[in-house]
């Protein structure tokens, strides 16, 4: 039998046999677009990481001009005359300057630190921004509200797979980040209508509105809240220096029995005070095993704020706010020194004087005149130093820089002598710790201070008060 003509196929054809392999090819791909996102998506993430560096490094570099500015007297000496605000803020050389660089390089951006030529400080008035290298040439406003802003850039960070791409505009350059910020220090002394302030961490030592420097005129208007005395030392306020002593009789423990019904001025190297209420809060003690005064606690809560940061108690400018309150069951003068050794252990004061291992200012560390613009220097007991700071660097922050209330006496003439009342503050003093004396000679119990700055605030100050580490606030006042 012949076989047929046509012969059937024994089995079915499969359908798209010429689909083989394409499986492999499309995971592949896959593969491929994956790993190009992820590439795109850790370089994406490192810019972003390196942006957000760069705006933490231009806000403290920011922060640090204008605690430059706050802490060196410019805001008491509104009209320059000490004609030392190019020192300050006047360019490059200048102090605030110089500061606000080092901060920005300290803080690294993708793991290095930016160029000096990368960093640019500007200052300026207010709501008018920042614009000029030099705040001498600002005149008179610049004092009332300073402005400081820091620019910063960060080139050539490493990215690879987004090179290619063109996603970024403006706000990136190719592998470059920068960042502005802008900070300012708030004096309410020449603020309209006046601004309350609250300071943190103020000392329980109310004074009197009394300057011994100057025949017992006042530190300001009590209306007004106007520094009466401004500019620097000999004729103005900022750079006095005098002893800060308790209006108690001495070997009286356990209350302050006072030497006259109120705390005065003794031109022109005295200045009396009374202690304030302290109640029994957490407060951040000092702790130095090295010096003696930090184991030489009498009254508790008294001794704890000075030493410490007394954050609960709140002073602020007015008509008896809640902390404003003399509290005379207190005696932080002799026998038992609660001031003189709280001060001690808090500015890491081995023993009595200048120079014993707590900071200074400049040209220290012997005892005063002491040069303005003021220039603060590490001691060689100073907790910086533990981490890694040389002793006699220069310094922006210190523990010897306190703030006291100033108290009306015109308001409040006589203070209670058998237990607490309440006071009118009108403005705060901000000085700088230079020794204190906790021996128990008739001449020992005094704190000998530097006034490095003042801010009044009236009698009648309204509004929402503006809050911060000093008597002149500082704070960002861009977005983050």
């Given at each position: 039998?012949?076989?047929?003509?046509?012969?059937?196929?024994?089995?079915?054809?499969?359908?798209?046999?010429?689909?083989?392999?394409?499986?492999m090819?499309?995971?592949?791909?896959?593969?491929?677009?994956?790993?190009?996102?992820?590439?795109?998506?850790?370089?994406?993430?490192?810019?972003?990481?390196?942006?957000?560096?760069?705006?933490?490094?231009?806000?403290?570099?920011?922060?640090?001009?204008?605690?430059?500015?706050?802490?060196?007297?410019?805001?008491?000496?509104?009209?320059?005359?000490?004609?030392?605000?190019?020192?300050?803020?006047g360019?490059?050389a200048?102090?605030?300057?110089?500061?606000?660089?080092?901060?920005?390089q300290?803080?690294?951006?993708?793991?290095?630190?930016?160029?000096?030529?990368?960093?640019?400080?500007?200052?300026?008035?207010?709501?008018?921004?920042?614009?000029?290298?030099?705040?001498?040439?600002?005149?008179?406003?610049f004092?009332?509200?300073?402005?400081?802003?820091?620019?910063?850039?960060?080139?050539?960070?490493?990215?690879?797979?987004?090179?290619?791409?063109?996603?970024?505009?403006?706000?990136?350059?190719?592998?470059?980040?920068?960042?502005?910020?802008?900070?300012?220090?708030?004096?309410?002394?020449?603020?309209?209508?006046?601004?309350?302030?609250?300071?943190?961490?103020?000392?329980?030592?109310?004074?009197?509105?009394?300057?011994?420097?100057?025949?017992?005129?006042?530190?300001?208007?009590?209306?007004?809240?106007?520094?009466?005395?401004?500019?620097?030392?000999?004729?103005?306020?900022?750079?006095?220096?005098?002893?800060?002593?308790?209006?108690?009789?001495?070997?009286?423990?356990?209350?302050?029995?006072?030497?006259?019904?109120?705390?005065?001025?003794?031109?022109?190297?005295?200045?009396?005070?009374?202690?304030?209420?302290?109640?029994?809060?957490?407060?951040?003690i000092?702790?130095?095993?090295?010096?003696?005064?930090?184991?030489?606690?009498?009254?508790?809560?008294?001794?704890?704020?000075?030493?410490?940061?007394?954050?609960?108690?709140?002073?602020?400018?007015?008509?008896n706010?809640?902390?404003?309150?003399?509290?005379?069951?207190?005696?932080?003068g002799?026998?038992?020194?609660?001031?003189?050794?709280?001060?001690?252990?808090?500015?890491?004061?081995?023993?009595?004087?200048?120079?014993?291992?707590?900071?200074?200012?400049?040209?220290?560390?012997?005892?005063?005149?002491?040069?303005?613009p003021?220039?603060?220097?590490?001691?060689?007991?100073?907790?910086?130093?533990?981490?890694?700071?040389?002793?006699?660097s220069?310094?922006?922050?210190?523990?010897?820089?306190?703030?006291?209330?100033?108290?009306?006496?015109?308001?409040?003439?006589?203070?209670?002598?058998?237990?607490t009342?309440?006071?009118?503050?009108?403005?705060?003093?901000?000085?700088?710790?230079?020794?204190a004396?906790?021996?128990?000679s008739?001449?020992?119990?005094?704190?000998?201070?530097?006034?490095?700055?003042?801010?009044?605030?009236?009698?009648?100050?309204?509004?929402?008060?503006?809050?911060?580490?000093?008597?002149?606030?500082?704070?960002?006042?861009t977005?983050?």
């Amino acid at each position: 039998m012949l076989p047929p003509l046509i012969r059937r196929p024994r089995g079915r054809i499969e359908p798209r046999s010429d689909e083989r392999g394409f499986t492999m090819a499309f995971v592949a791909m896959t593969m491929a677009a994956i790993i190009c996102m992820a590439a795109l998506s850790i370089d994406i993430g490192t810019l972003y990481e390196a942006k957000a560096e760069a705006q933490r490094s231009a806000d403290a570099a920011a922060l640090t001009a204008a605690r430059v500015i706050s802490i060196s007297g410019i805001t008491g000496d509104p009209t320059n005359s000490s004609g030392s605000w190019a020192t300050i803020c006047g360019g490059s050389a200048s102090a605030a300057t110089q500061a606000a660089t080092t901060v920005a390089q300290q803080n690294l951006i993708g793991g290095i630190a930016v160029p000096t030529t990368s960093v640019t400080v500007k200052y300026g008035v207010g709501s008018a921004g920042a614009t000029n290298a030099d705040c001498s040439t600002l005149g008179v406003n610049f004092a009332i509200n300073p402005v400081v802003a820091v620019s910063l850039q960060r080139s050539n960070l490493p990215v690879f797979f987004a090179r290619i791409f063109s996603l970024f505009g403006s706000r990136y350059s190719g592998t470059s980040v920068s960042a502005t910020a802008t900070a300012e220090a708030f004096n309410p002394s020449d603020s309209s209508p006046m601004v309350s302030v609250q300071p943190r961490c103020v000392k329980p030592w109310f004074v009197p509105n009394q300057d011994p420097a100057h025949g017992s005129a006042s530190f300001v208007d009590r209306n007004t809240g106007q520094i009466t005395k401004q500019g620097v030392s000999t004729t103005g306020v900022i750079g006095e220096t005098f002893n800060l002593v308790p209006d108690c009789q001495t070997n009286h423990r356990g209350r302050c029995h006072l030497i006259s019904t109120a705390p005065a001025a003794t031109p022109p190297s005295t200045l009396q005070y009374v202690p304030g209420e302290v109640p029994a809060t957490s407060v951040a003690i000092a702790s130095n095993g090295t010096i003696g005064a930090c184991s030489q606690v009498q009254n508790a809560d008294y001794w704890n704020a000075v030493a410490g940061c007394d954050q609960t108690t709140v002073y602020s400018c007015g008509a008896n706010p809640p902390g404003n309150i003399v509290n005379l069951a207190n005696n932080p003068g002799r026998p038992d020194n609660d001031s003189a050794n709280a001060v001690q252990c808090l500015t890491n004061e081995s023993t009595s004087g200048v120079g014993n291992g707590q900071d200074y200012l400049a040209p220290g560390p012997s005892a005063g005149p002491y040069t303005f613009p003021f220039q603060i220097l590490a001691g060689s007991k100073s907790a910086l130093v533990s981490t890694g700071i040389a002793s006699t660097s220069q310094i922006s922050n210190s523990p010897s820089i306190v703030s006291l209330p100033i108290y009306d006496n015109v308001a409040n003439p006589t203070i209670n002598g058998f237990g607490t009342t309440a006071v009118t503050v009108v403005g705060f003093l901000q000085v700088f710790i230079n020794s204190a004396d906790n021996t128990t000679s008739s001449t020992g119990g005094y704190i000998n201070v530097t006034v490095m700055n003042v801010a009044g605030c009236g009698n009648s100050a309204s509004g929402t008060a503006v809050t911060g580490t000093s008597p002149v606030p500082i704070r960002l006042i861009t977005p983050p």
